[in-house]
């Protein structure tokens, strides 16, 4: 039977009517139907997230400094089918969310610092003085303020060393010109991972060479150093017959003229000088080993930095002393004297007092060939200690005490007594 063409526009009608009741039920919005394709716009969907399971799609490229609200909300490139997304997330994907980090106003993450981490260089000898090798974590153990410590981190792998070498210039000409004719050695005792900066001291401290690798600044520096000349010979008088002046059967000439010494006191700035170069170190990468190597008798005159004062830094920014003993320092016996401060005289060598606090070492050496072995000695046991780190969850900035102590019968340890916490910091 054929339709008469006037019951066409009926037959359109009753099309449109069905398709306008169909996308307008209750529960459906225009306004979230999708665009339909076309050759110059690709279909778009809600963005409500990524379905579990899905994977990226690895044509597209994302810039992963962003976040990822900024990277969902992204539109899609032209000519580029986007695919669809669920509108719930997955029941676990909570426990896979990574946890928000804080930031500033600019956008710049902030990660607040609430455990510090405590790095303990250890140097372990025999009873010949032989360095002993082989030693495990099990081996050790830390104890801070007489709690035992859980040491998270261990290794005996050598580190690249950050070295102040400070050279005491106040020493006679006689011992000086050993320490001067042995300076060539020293830059064979470095490695090429290694920064090296040279600082002289009597009455003041003196930069020769700031930070640099082996090559000509040490070079140069070490020929500055050679080209000087120390103190000329005899001793400071600050008492004793020839220092009343002249008198006549036993009374002075000019009772009214006081007493005065023949020889002034001249100064040696050791703590100044420490100081100095523990500045200088506290700049430096924390990668490398801060160790500081002086030359010296150890003698302490008119410094204006207290040891007490120079050996808190020291702890803090984890910086050893090491040093070469010269002069009355490498004298036998002279170490059962050390502590005797002779009234008039400089202070008593307090060389020893810095490596024992810090964990280095005191050799005592007086002829020009044991001060040039003792180079690579001392930077060969710094280079190659062990390493052990534990952590601390409340900074403080006071003092606390460390003992470590090794498993093995008759072995002798190097380490730090003691650090001062850092407060928290924010990076």
Known sequence: MKRSPSAKPFWFLALALWIFVAF??????????????????PPSFPKTGPAKGSVPDSSQQ??????????????PQEGQPSQPQASEPAANESTQQQPKVPSDEQGAFTLPITVNQVIVPVTVKDQSGHLVQGLLKNDFTVYEDGIRQNVNFF??????MAVAVVIDMGMSETTLSKVKAGLDA???????????AVYTYAGNVTKMADFSAVGDQLTNAIRKVQARTGRTGGFSVAGGPMSAGPSVNGRPFDPGQA?????PKESRVLNDAILAAALDLAKLDRAKRRVIL????GKESNSNTSYSDVLKLLLTHEISVYAI????????GYRKLETINIPGTYNANILPKYASATGGQVFPEFSRSSIEAAYAEITEE????YTLGYSIHSPTGNYREIEVRVHRPGLKVYAKTGYYSLPPQSH
């Open 259 to 263: 007493p005065s010494q023949i020889i």
């Open 62 to 75: 994302t810039d992963p400094s962003s976040s990822s609200s900024t990277q969902t909300n992204q539109q």
């Open 186 to 196: 020293l830059t064979g005792a470095f490695s090429p991972y290694d920064q090296v």
């Open 325 to 332: 003993g010269v002069d009355a320092a490498a004298i036998p």
């Open 294 to 297: 002086t030359i010296s008798d």
């Open 382 to 385: 710094a280079r190659n200690q």
């Open 155 to 160: 290794t005996s792998d050598p580190f690249p």
């Open 24 to 41: 307008n039920a209750p529960g459906q919005s225009t306004q979230n139907l999708p665009d339909a394709p076309s050759a110059k716009r």
